[in-house]
């Protein structure tokens, strides 16, 4: 009977997958960009740039490649011009191939008519190549072999990236070599997305670069397309089903994986347990690398006309993504199942753990050869069954309404068997269930839900601005800038604390290579940005990041005990998010220099009558007068209210004249916008406006 089930839902699963709006860009670490700026500004200092011929051409990590075609590659690079060649593995303490570079280099060096007069025998050599090659594990073996330093040097800070090394590293002591690592600049290519997808379904990039979630859904089609539906009886579904939030859901229950989140009610905010998606999309996929869900290895069809059938109109390509040039047509490197080929990345000390080979997988039958860029991955080949129907609308994603509703409903069952306390949730209102966010809550709020909400919520951290914070708090705004119906946005902590400053833990081993080079902080300034009005509702702390978020919020309320400062001058360092300048706009030069250079808090009242801080309010009813104030200023026109708004902030960059031009010029732009003739005619008439934001 569940065979005929499944078979009745094979007509209903999807045919194609729905990529969105993403990008492969986005799916590799943003420091290659940084650091081929880096090379070029360095490049400037220099009056000549000379093209430096001698080279080594070093194709590393060959414990995930077949080692019987080095003589098939070596012969192909001859024919390219490539002689100096070797093939390393610097996951072993000692490599034989490592200890011949050295030798190599100098040779090399000292046959070369430009530098064989050079009495200088310390030499100074540069690591360059394509990203997650072993540029650094290359530096720490050799260090290993002729230095006999155990420990690793200051190479990338995690496998795979290398954002900034600019010191040499001594490799050798006779002859002296050091030697300079380089952050990779160009990302592997990936003709399209599908196909980067395979390779993150494979383990070759990061999960969390595309999202768990993400790769969970496309594994979820490919399994169905394919009729793999060992997954079904593996979690106990009743049926094959093509919608991820459900499986992900059902997983998550029988796994007894859950997660706090806050609903509110009649009677206030509370914690509730609902399933953790998360956690289920990263068991559903371990599950299937682990082989769990059935093994999958398709080949080419005979009609494919594809890269990698040489017979059908297309060069073979090697699949190597090592440190050297494109070998040309041939049979490729036949890399281990799983492994993209020779430049499949791995950790410094472990299994692979870089975008390029996180799960390093044992030779298993017969070796597959293939084509990370091939349309018939060995592992998410093309598909022999027919083509399915096309999914129809009501197979999509499940909307916000019908997720929150089986949210309410897990969490009900889940408080019921966990001997919770009676809780009514049919009138809860959850805040984001984590899938999304991870340090903040987000809804809309308001009677016409024209008020976005954001709550910071790392609570046993005071709500410490994070890196990963301030991104998604800049997502959030994002999101609330594109909603039509919102026109204006609430930001606020907890009672305890707005928030008590920048996670110092996560900034005290930065250099300043790392923050200037990176423009560290730069990000946090989205809030500012915002065209549409942020109302900071402040209570408890709200110092260093913390007072510096509120003022770049437009309109500041706190409660009656919030407290705001300044204080890094006690950790050494200075406000760096704005607050010398905002702060000294806001309360006067005198105030705002006694508490920089003290360091010293001050209370609610003070900040009212300074001129930081809008209203004071009882802490309890805070967040529903910041919400109501938000309420008034989206039942106005949202385009004027942005234009008033960029009038108000040019006060503070613009002398008296050049301030009265440009509100000038915005008041005459209001005469062109509908809203502008009914706010008028309605005054005129007697009766309220009804702003249509054009």
């Given amino acids: 009977m569940r065979l005929y089930q499944a078979l009745c839902n094979v007509g209903s699963f999807r045919t194609s997958f729905d990529f969105g709006a993403r990008e492969v860009a986005h799916w590799f670490p943003g420091h290659m960009a940084k650091g081929l700026k880096q090379m070029r500004a360095n490049l400037k200092m220099f009056q000549e740039t000379l093209d430096v011929k001698p080279h080594v051409l070093i194709l590393n990590k060959m414990d995930l490649a077949d080692v019987s075609k080095e003589q098939i590659i070596l012969k192909k690079l001859k024919r390219n011009g490539v002689k100096n060649v070797l093939f390393t593995d610097c996951l072993k303490q000692r490599d034989d191939n490592v200890k011949k570079l050295v030798p190599m280099v100098v040779d090399i060096i000292q046959s070369n008519p430009r530098f064989n007069r050079d009495e200088n025998t310390n030499y100074c050599l540069m690591a360059i190549g394509v990203p997650n090659v072993g540029k650094s594990s290359l530096i720490n073996s050799l260090r290993r072999t002729y230095l006999k330093k155990g420990r690793a040097s200051r190479v990338g800070g995690e496998p795979g990236i290398t954002r900034a090394v600019l010191t040499r590293i001594q490799v050798c002591e006779r002859p002296i070599i050091h030697l300079l690592d380089t952050p990779g600049v160009l990302p ?26 993400i790769i969970a859904d496309y594994l979820l ?49 509370i914690t509730i347990r609902v399933p953790n998606c998360s956690a289920a999309a990263y068991d559903l996929i371990r599950a299937f690398r682990k082989g769990e869900l059935g093994q999958r290895h398709r080949h080419c069809r005979p009609c494919c006309r594809c890269s990698c059938d040489p017979h059908r109109g297309g060069p073979a390509r090697s699949p190597d993504a090592g440190a050297g040039p494109s070998v040309g047509p041939g049979p490729p490197l036949t890399p281990r199942r799983g492994a993209p080929g020779v430049g499949a990345s791995r950790g410094a000390t472990g299994p692979s753990t870089s975008p390029f080979g996180q799960h390093r997988l044992t030779q298993e039958s017969s070796e597959q050869e293939a084509s990370p860029t091939c349309c018939n991955h060995p592992t998410l080949g093309g598909s022999t069954t027919p083509r399915n129907i096309r999914l129809q609308e009501k197979h999509q994603r499940r909307r ?90 609430v930001i606020t902590g907890s009672e305890r604390a707005f928030a008590a400053g920048a996670d110092i833990k996560e900034m005290q081993n930065r250099t300043f290579q790392e923050c200037y080079g ?59 998010a704005g607050g010398t300048q905002r702060l000294t706009r806001a309360v006067g030069k005198s105030l705002a220099m006694e508490l920089v250079l003290t360091g010293d808090k001050i209370n609610a009242e003070v900040a009212r009558q300074s001129g930081l801080v809008s209203k004071v309010y009882p802490a309890d009813q805070l967040v529903s007068e910041a919400v109501k104030c938000g309420e008034k200023i989206a039942a106005n026109s949202k ?32 005469f062109a916008t509908e809203d502008r003739k009914e706010g008028m005619t309605a005054f005129v008439e007697k009766r309220k406006a009804n702003f249509q934001d054009n």
């Fill in 221 to 269: 089609y490919s399994l169905n397309r394919l009729g793999e539906f060992s997954y079904v009886e593996k979690y106990g579904l009743q049926e094959p089903c093509d919608d991820i939030q459900y499986v992900l859901k059902r997983i998550a229950v029988k796994l007894g994986k859950t997660q706090r989140v806050k609903a509110i009610t009649g009677v206030g905010d």
């Fill in 639 to 670: 385009l004027v209210s942005a234009m008033a708004k960029e009038a108000v902030n040019a006060a503070y960059e613009l002398t008296l004249a050049e301030g009265n031009r440009l509100e000038k010029r915005l008041f005459h732009a209001t």
């Fill in 518 to 576: 990176g423009n560290f902080l730069a990000h946090w300034n989205r809030v500012s940005t915002v065209k549409k009005p942020v109302i900071a509702a402040v209570n408890g702390f709200a110092l260093g990041g913390g007072c510096e978020l509120a003022m770049m919020c437009d309109i500041i309320y706190a409660g009656e005990k919030a407290q705001f400062g300044q204080p890094e001058i006690l950790l050494g360092t200075i406000p760096g």
């Fill in 400 to 489: 916000e309404v019908a997720v929150m509703a089986f949210l309410c409903r897990s969490a009900a069952s889940l408080l019921k068997s966990s001997r919770a306390a009676p809780v009514v949730l049919s009138a809860a209102r959850l805040y984001s269930s984590g899938a999304q966010y991870e340090y903040i809550l987000v809804e809309k709020r308001g009677a016409k839900s024209d008020v976005g909400f954001i709550q910071l919520n790392r609570p046993k951290a005071l709500n410490a601005l994070c890196d990963g914070l301030m991104r998604e708090v800049g997502q959030a705004l994002d999101v609330f800038e594109a909603d039509g119906e919102v026109g204006a946005i």
């Fill in 188 to 213: 592997p290519k990936i003709e399209s997305v599908e196909t980067g997808m395979k390779l993150a379904l494979c383990g070759t990039i990061l999960d969390h670069l595309v999202g768990e979630e």
